[in-house]
């Protein structure tokens, strides 16, 4: 049972243009949700993280967007570059569970210069 | 250099033989996690250890096992492999049981043939 949907799998933007990449989930009991950038031939690195109890978060060029209700995450890249040609994962957590992610099945961004 | 070690970072191996695998924490974390990522299944929860203790388990094969050390590194056992167990395994560590990202060690790229 996937618990954490992402979507789109794959997502080509030009050099200066805005990602978006899409979380669904469906445990209400998470309450933990981080972003995690991963380069070929490397693990997964983590970039940005919220709680439910903010709506947004940003970092640099990156924002997290949050709607409770809906049980939806986001992740919007701003001015993307070539250097973030990567896979993203979304994921989520409850507290109780010690801290175990469960992972979306990641989007592959190209950003074309 | 995230500070997690994993160890070998490529094995290759025939059916039905057991290999190890090995990860030393980053410096001061003392819970270990063990991924294994798929192209078909995404990043998978193995199990998770905190100071040598079994804390929270996934979907992790009976063929499978692990075990965390007093120095705090472990390791993943995988026996009498398969075909379709050929994957990356990653490692990753966290300071404790609560809200925090992980940091994941580079991956072993186990391939069984």
């Known amino acids: 049972q996937q618990q954490v949907k992402q979507s789109p799998q794959s997502l080509i933007v030009q050099k200066g243009g805005i990602s978006i990449i899409n979380c669904a989930y469906e445990?209400?009991?998470?309450?933990?949700f981080p972003w995690y950038q991963q380069f070929p031939g490397k693990g997964p690195a983590l970039l940005i993280a919220i709680r439910p109890d903010v709506s947004e978060k940003k970092e640099g060029r990156f924002t997290i967007s949050f709607n409770k209700s809906a049980k939806q995450f986001s992740l919007h890249i701003m001015d993307s570059q070539p250097g973030d040609s990567a896979t993203y994962f979304c994921?989520?957590?409850?507290?109780?569970?010690?801290?175990?992610?469960?992972f979306g099945g990641g989007t592959r961004v190209l950003v074309k210069p | 250099d995230s500070g997690v070690t994993q160890t070998p970072k490529h094995l290759i191996t025939a059916t039905g033989q057991r290999v190890t695998l090995r990860c030393s924490p980053r410096s001061g974390d003392l819970s270990v996690y063990w991924y294994q990522q798929s192209l078909d299944q995404g990043l998978q929860f193995l199990i998770q250890y905190y100071n040598g203790e079994e804390r929270a388990k996934g979907n992790i094969l009976e063929r499978f096992s692990a075990q965390q050390f007093p120095d705090l590194h472990s390791e993943l056992n995988l026996s009498s492999l398969e075909l379709g167990d050929s994957a990356l395994y990653f490692c990753?560590?966290?300071?404790?049981?609560?809200?925090?990202?992980?940091?994941f060690g580079s991956g072993t790229r186990l391939t069984v043939v």
């Open positions: 990753a560590s966290s300071a404790g049981q609560g809200l925090g990202g992980y940091t």
């Open positions: 445990n209400t009991a998470f309450d933990y």
């Open positions: 994921a989520a957590s409850p507290v109780a569970a010690g801290n175990k992610l469960t």
